[in-house]
């Protein structure tokens, strides 16, 4: 169904659908938190993108326990525009990860794109994106928020500090890991399990699964907030560090932490054990007093956490071996609907 209102605050656009399309089904993922005001807008751009889309479509939308009217506000959205909207309402507020996670299980496309549903990111260039995905044969196309209408001192510098930081660390040199748009391949994707606040790394957790040479960027809009309130502050800085360090262990260390562990543990120990042996010829050939050295209570803190630190990695490698041999549980809880028949619920002509 079309809206016969132009509810969209955005500037006015034409899609451009591009030619020799492969056949394929689409899925649009998109978390809300708190954005009733950005309900309809957001589905009436979406509509105005992809209504002259060639193959089947569909709209996840992943409500992240909002306290506004968000909920009914999609409900009476999606009835007005059918099946292919379809709504995901988390129990409580799960953060934005864990509702993308819900968003990627209930998609069903062959080809997956994220989004933002605060009207900053634009669905006019997912055709796009998605036809470089398909032409170029790659696994993921970030979105690059190349002119920003974010606040300079609060988001683009700590923004640009950020993603200079992670494409060093990670070897996957993206311009902006903080655009939530961005096209995947679905048998790629699914094959990653976001936790925490992994969202960030999207692209960093992917080259676990593919080769950073099947991950691309491509220029997107980016417009300034109209409606809502901005759900991210300076403070989330502190946290993208800690993420780092992870995202850093797990994409070296996953299947072997008892090298990382291990390694620093055999370090401290080494080096302690140094300190003790020079102390000791130093009392044997010289009768020094070593019992109130700090070097001496030193050497035996090195040998001690050296010790611990090889415990830790013993530890972290069982721990490894249960992760990858037992089931995944998942990070959110969603109220249950009815499941649509594979052919049901799509936008469009059959692929």
């Not at 925490?196 to 809009?221: C, D, N, S, Y």
């Amino acid at each position: 169904m079309t809206e016969s209102t132009q509810l969209s605050p955005l500037p006015p656009a034409t899609p451009d659908i591009p030619a020799d399309l492969p056949p394929h089904r689409l899925s649009v993922v998109v978390p809300l938190y708190n954005e009733e005001d950005n309900v309809d807008p957001l589905l009436e751009r979406i509509h105005l993108a992809l209504n002259p889309y060639p193959y089947p479509w569909e709209v996840v939308i992943v409500d992240d326990g909002s306290a506004d009217n968000t909920v009914p506000n999609l409900e009476k959205a999606a009835l007005r525009y059918g099946p292919h909207v379809r709504v995901v309402a988390l129990m409580r507020n799960f953060k934005q990860t864990a509702a993308m996670q819900a968003g990627l299980d209930a998609a069903r496309g062959d080809v997956i794109v994220t989004m933002d549903g605060d009207l900053q990111n634009d669905p006019i260039d997912i055709p796009r994106m998605v036809g470089r995905l398909l032409r170029e044969d790659l696994d993921l196309v970030a979105g690059w928020r190349k002119n920003r209408k974010d606040g300079m001192i609060l988001r683009k510098i700590p923004s640009k500090i950020a993603n200079r930081l992670i494409a060093r660390i990670t070897g996957v040199h993206l311009q902006d890991y903080g655009c939530s748009l961005k096209a995947f391949r679905a048998t790629a994707i699914k094959n990653v399990r976001l936790y925490g606040e992994m969202h960030r790394f999207i692209p960093a957790w992917l080259a676990t699964v593919t080769t950073p040479r099947k991950i691309a960027q491509e220029v997107v809009t980016h417009h300034a907030r109209m409606f809502g309130e901005s759900k991210y502050g300076i403070s989330r800085t502190f946290r993208v560090i800690l993420d780092l360090v992870f995202v850093y262990f797990f994409m070296r260390f996953r299947t072997r932490p008892g090298h990382f562990f291990g390694g620093i543990g055999l370090g401290l120990g080494s080096l302690g054990l140094l300190i003790l042996a020079y102390l000791t010829g130093l009392k044997l050939f010289t009768g020094a007093s070593i019992g109130t050295r700090p070097m001496f209570f030193g050497g035996f803190f090195f040998v001690i956490a050296g010790i611990q630190m090889v415990t830790t990695g013993v530890l972290a490698e069982l721990l490894t071996r249960v992760y990858f041999e037992s089931g995944q549980s998942q990070a959110y809880v969603a109220r249950e609907r009815a499941p649509l028949a594979d052919a049901e619920g799509w936008h469009g002509k059959a692929a």
